[in-house]
């Protein structure tokens, strides 16, 4: 994990994605758009697709037949058709906060190109229509692609032709089944050694997803603003906490990465580390950050204790690679 890669190197970012399929339609939070200002969130992602055009190919296609998927379909069909005009119209209620548009076809590229969008998103139906990709190169300075479902070859060809844009990927993270999760994060822990900017979109957001993203090294994250039954009023409320929970895990996290340095961070995996001497230390001394390192697999304190370590005496002579333990401090 290279010093760049680290989430503690660069604040979080919170992408609210204003649109969800529900029931086989497409709702978009229009009543939470007015209101987003005052989440903490600092871009919102709308979905752009001219009526009839998600058509254009290639386009990923679902596993068993040879057609697009049916439900990235409807989301399309249904979703509002942005224009230059009403995205001026947005921004000043708004606030600040970016726009990142997701198009689903050429045209909506084309047609946005000089409207107020900030940045785009490929999502993960379109990873794979190359012709997208490269209009998209002509016409934008960063990019968020969603690499879930995809290829390495697909995520090798998007950054050679995006290589000219800020390119950020977004993993889907899922909780079923059990080792999904797992998988997601690995897949989060790889993307950040291809020296960009990473993080995860989550559609139901857990405090599990959160903290194992983060603690691979994710930084930005995207949400969806789902209103379900809930009057906006309601439903703004409950995503500002939603945002605030997310934020203040994300600096308890980085407090807690920024008392280890990188090349101790490598050497955890999937075995629990613990604290041991660095070097030998005379009985009495007290000591000090450099005298502990971490190893695995644990057999003293976990690093979690390093703070409660720190400043301490040795009750005892220690030699290299001893484990510490409160038997051994005073």
Not at 298 to 312: D, M, N, Q, T
């Amino acid at each position: 994990m290279s010093a760049g890669n680290r989430s503690s190197d660069v604040p979080l970012e919170v992408l609210v994605a204003a649109d969800e399929l529900r029931n086989g339609e497409m709702v978009t939070a229009r009543g939470l758009l007015t209101r987003l200002a005052g989440s903490g969130a600092d871009a919102v992602k709308l979905i752009a697709c001219r009526p009839g055009d998600y058509s254009v190919r290639p386009v990923r296609t679902t596993h068993t037949v040879s057609r697009p998927d049916s439900q990235v379909t409807a989301a399309t069909d249904a979703a509002p058709l942005l224009t230059p005009a009403l995205l001026e119209g947005l921004r000043p209620l708004l606030d600040g906060l970016r726009i990142v548009v997701a198009p689903y076809d050429i045209q909506s590229c084309l047609d946005l190109a000089g409207a107020a969008v900030d940045a785009w998103q490929v999502d993960e139906a379109m990873a794979a229509n190359i012709p997208l990709l490269e209009t998209l190169a002509g016409v934008a300075t960063r990019v968020y692609f969603c690499t879930w479902g995809s290829t390495p070859r697909e995520i090798d060809t998007a950054r050679g032709i995006l290589h000219g844009t800020e390119l950020v990927f977004l993993h889907r993270v899922r909780s079923a089944p059990p080792s999904a999760l797992l998988r997601d994060c690995a897949m989060i822990a790889h993307l950040c050694t291809l020296g960009h900017r990473v993080g995860w979109s989550e559609a139901r957001p857990t405090r599990s997803h959160a903290t194992l993203a983060l603690a691979v090294g994710a930084s930005v994250m995207q949400i969806p603003a789902s209103t379900g039954d809930v009057e906006a009023d309601a439903a703004a409320v409950r995503l500002g906490a939603r945002i605030r929970n997310v934020r203040a895990l994300a600096d308890a996290s980085r407090r807690a990465l920024l008392g280890y340095n990188p090349d101790e961070l490598d050497r955890v995996d999937d075995m629990r580390p613990g604290l041991v001497a660095a070097r030998a230390v005379a009985a009495g001394t007290t000591l000090t950050r450099d005298m502990i390192a971490f190893k695995a697999p644990a057999s003293g304190l976990s690093v979690e204790h390093l703070p409660i370590v720190v400043g301490r005496q040795a009750r005892f002579d220690l030699r290299p690679d001893d484990p510490i333990t409160f038997g051994l401090v005073r």
